[in-house]
C-alpha cells in the first residue's frame, strides 16, 4: 500500500523557520525522484523542491536560498527545512515523486501558516 506521511507544519511569523517531514512507503521513496509540493489556498498545487535518489536537488524560483530539501534513502524520509518564511509560502505541503504526474495517491499534507 503506498503511503505517504507528511508532518511538521504550524503557524509561525514572517521570518521564523520550520521543518517539515515526510515518511514514505519504500515503493514509493526507493526507485524515485522526490519532492515537496504546496497549495495554497484557491490554488493550484505547485512544486517546491525535489531531490533525485543520487542526492541532486533543484528548487522552485520562489524558495531558492531559503529552503532546503533532504532525504534519507535507509529511512524513506524526506526533510524539507523552510528557513526565512512569508507569508506567501502558507498553504499545505505534500511531498511525494516528481514529477507530479507520476503521483497516484496523495497524503493528507501538513498546514504550514505564515504570518506577517
Known amino acids: 500500500q503506498v503511503q505517504l506521511v507528511e508532518s511538521g507544519g504550524d503557524s509561525v511569523q514572517a521570518g521564523g523557520s520550520l521543518r517539515l517531514s515526510c515518511i514514505a512507503s519504500?515503493?514509493?521513496?526507493?526507485?524515485?525522484?522526490m519532492a515537496w509540493y504546496r497549495q495554497a489556498p484557491g490554488k493550484q498545487r505547485e512544486w517546491v523542491a525535489f531531490e533525485t535518489n543520487g542526492g541532486t536537488a533543484d528548487y522552485n524560483d520562489f524558495v531558492k536560498g531559503r529552503f532546503t530539501i533532504s532525504r534519507d534513502n535507509a529511512k524513506f524520509t524526506v526533510w524539507l527545512t523552510m528557513n526565512n518564511l512569508k507569508p506567501e509560502d502558507t498553504g499545505v505541503y505534500y511531498c511525494n515523486v516528481f514529477p507530479s504526474r507520476s503521483a497516484k495517491n496523495w497524503g493528507q499534507g501538513t498546514q504550514v501558516t505564515v504570518a506577517s
Open positions: 519504500e515503493s514509493i521513496f526507493r526507485p524515485n525522484t
